[in-house]
């Protein structure tokens, strides 16, 4: 079984600074991958970054880049120069060999000016 | 990635009805699942349509009540049977693409669905 907790419901920031969203999981699996994906309003799921767990280099995808500590089974993703169009619900996200997703409670991120 | 549309965007549904929701990719693709979003939740597994034979469900999810067809590589439906107002949610299908290894997920834009 796969499990994925976020810690934070919400988070503010302000326009071109940096923020930082949690995620912690827990897995049986020995191979296994980790998503960061966001729902804006619209409500489309749109994934920003991926990490697998085989992986000691972090992950980075533009102004996206996440820290992932194996050990501690925890995989957060800092958003630099922060935009507007980053507000949206954040999802964090492990699927292993069998591709099925577990999603966490979600981060609702606030960008404000 | 792939494109992913979905049909109906949303829909208002009286209980005890049926609703099918049509999911088509632009590509073939090995996997395609079923979400289910209820309102200010996150997202639940609930089948995983597999093309030329039975859908595998989710613990808590059953055939009678959500059944899947998969005729091919592109194209998915999900039935929500003998609807009541627990039902109301958003939908979702999400395709794996063929490249192999990648188990990235991409999510079409989702089915509101009210019932009452």
């Known amino acids: 079984a796969q499990t994925v907790t976020q810690s934070q419901p919400e988070m503010s920031v302000q326009e071109a600074e940096t923020v930082t969203l949690s995620c912690t999981y827990d897995t049986s699996e020995n191979n296994y991958y980790l998503f960061w994906y966001k729902q804006p309003p619209s409500r489309q799921m749109i994934l920003v970054i991926r990490q697998e767990a085989y992986k000691q280099q972090n992950a980075t995808e533009n102004r996206f880049s996440v820290n992932f500590q194996k050990a501690a089974k925890s995989f957060s993703l800092k958003i630099s120069d922060s935009q507007l169009g980053d507000t949206a619900m954040y999802f964090c996200?492990?699927?292993?060999?069998?591709?099925?997703?577990?999603f966490g409670t979600g981060t609702r991120l606030q960008v404000t000016l | 990635s792939a494109v992913i549309s979905q049909k109906p965007s949303r829909d208002i549904c009286q209980r005890g009805t049926s609703l099918t929701i049509q999911c088509q990719v632009d590509?073939?693709?090995?996997?395609m699942f079923w979400y289910r979003q209820q309102p200010g939740q996150s997202l639940t597994l609930i089948a995983t349509a597999n093309q030329g034979s039975e859908a595998t469900y989710e613990s808590g999810f059953v055939i009678d009540k959500f059944p899947i067809s998969r005729p091919n590589l592109t194209f998915s439906t999900l039935t929500v049977s003998n609807m009541s107002p627990e039902d109301s949610s958003i939908y979702l299908c999400?395709?794996?693409?063929?490249?192999?290894?990648?188990?990235?997920?991409?999510f079409g834009p989702g089915t509101r669905l009210t019932v009452t």
């Open positions: 999400s395709v794996e693409p063929l490249t192999v290894g990648s188990y990235e997920q991409y």
């Open positions: 996200a492990i699927t292993g060999t069998a591709s099925k997703l577990t």
């Open positions: 590509s073939q693709v090995t996997m």
